[in-house]
């Protein structure tokens, strides 16, 4: 079972049923008592029950605070209404919160279990293959200003993840593909079984109990050692320079994260190959193509004609992770290799959108 680690403490992820959520809260140490659940209208409409009578029935009393589905629910307007809710079914410093839900289930409650009573107990239970792969894992929470996105939040790591594969059959295609594009992501990073995995199965929608534990144990990897980014946490923003410059020049939710990733994965493949090459190589060698291929099993979308590469060129240089010496790249010297670059002339980044415009 992977098992994320940091100086502070460690937890688990397990891969099982949502109704062992209330033994392994007595396995953390915790009485039963209140149990806060924060979950969105969507995911509590279908597993809300199934969670709620298992805590009942192992002597919890559960006390669901829902929240409209969507990212517009991570704003400061909604968290202020959680924080509200949860205090008003009178919490202790021992009252465990439960996040059911994806990643804005997962950013929001657990921002709140950071800071209510100045942090209460928090269990993620993701409920999207993004969630599981990755939001839940890490202790990374937060919510969104107008002035972008996930700035405000906190580092607060979970007592355990619980990811029940069950839950994945009622998600829709399209979330299920977006998610997959982080697998993918890890795929390329670590290399090994998850890779091999993901080259040989020919339908991933139908492996997904197989691939989403081994992406999540990458995740788990990566994230223990470097709980606050200074070093090879960072690899994780592969493909999200270029992802997330196209998620906001096409406008927030045209294209879901995952899309704009995939696309983003293209150009970093490019210019990966490109600054191995010493020039703009095209088609891609060895192993680039290899990887590239992997990407374009999530068919990506084709990028909007009216974004130009100015306007992708200006979006990326307003992204947050730009650092002094300009855009900073996660770039792949082999599978499983990555390394950072930076310094990369805007020539090469040019290139690279070029290519991963053509799908
Ligand atoms: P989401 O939470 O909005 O879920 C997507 C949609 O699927 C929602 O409408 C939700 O109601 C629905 N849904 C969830 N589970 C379902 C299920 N089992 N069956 C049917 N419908 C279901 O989106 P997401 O993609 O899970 O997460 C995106 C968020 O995650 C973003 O806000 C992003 O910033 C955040 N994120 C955080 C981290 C981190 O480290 N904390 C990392 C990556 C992403
Ligand atoms: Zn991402």
New binding site residues.
């Given amino acids: 079972m992977p098992t994320v680690t940091h100086a502070s403490g460690s937890y688990a992820i397990h891969t099982e049923a949502l109704a062992t959520a209330p033994r392994r809260l007595r396995d953390a140490g915790l009485e039963p008592g209140l149990a806060l659940v924060v979950t ?4 509590g409409g ?2 809300l029950d199934v969670l709620a009578d298992a805590l009942r029935a192992d002597g919890w009393q559960p006390h669901p605070v829902v929240v409209p ?3 517009g629910s ?1 704003s400061i307007a909604t968290f202020a209404g959680v924080c509200d809710a949860c205090l008003a079914a009178g919490p202790s410093r021992q009252t465990p919160l439960l996040a059911l ?7 929001l409650g ?1 921002f709140a279990a950071a800071t209510l009573l100045r942090g209460l107990p928090l269990a993620q239970l993701p ?2 293959v ?2 599981q792969v ?2 839940s894992i ?1 202790g ?3 919510i969104n200003t107008r002035r972008g ?2 700035l405000v939040g906190a580092f607060h790591a979970p007592l355990f993840v619980l990811a029940d594969p069950a ?2 059959a ?3 295609e399209r ?1 299920v593909r ?2 997959l594009a ?1 697998a993918v992501k890890h795929a390329l990073l670590a290399g090994g079984d998850l890779f091999e995995t993901m080259v040989a199965a020919p339908r991933w929608e139908e492996r997904l109990a197989e691939i989403v534990p081994m992406a999540a144990a990458v995740k788990a990897a990566v994230v223990s050692g470097d709980e606050r980014e200074a070093g090879e946490r960072a690899f994780l923003n592969l493909g999200h320079t270029f992802g997330h410059a196209l998620e906001a020049a096409a406008g927030y939710g045209t294209l879901t ?1 995952g899309e704009a990733v995939a696309v983003g994965m293209r150009a970093a493949l490019h210019l990966s190959a490109s600054l191995a090459a010493g020039r703009a190589v095209e088609p891609l060698p060895e192993p680039w193509a290899a990887m590239d291929a992997l990407v374009r099993r999530l068919d990506p979308p084709a990028v909007p004609h009216a974004l130009t590469d100015d306007a992708l060129v200006a979006a990326m240089t307003s992204d947050k992770k730009r650092d002094a010496s300009g855009l900073r790249f996660v770039v792949l010297d082999g599978v499983g290799v990555p390394r950072l670059a930076q310094g990369v002339p805007e020539a090469r980044v040019r290139a690279a959108w070029a290519f991963a415009r053509r799908v």
């Avoid at 839900?101 to 950013?107: A, F, H, L, P, T």
């Fill in positions: 969105d209208e969507t995911v279908l597993y589905p969507g990212e991570k839900g994806g990643g804005v289930v997962g950013d657990g409920t999207t993004l969630a990755d939001s890490g990374k929470t937060g996105k996930n839950v994945l009622t998600l829709p979330e977006s998610g982080e994260h």
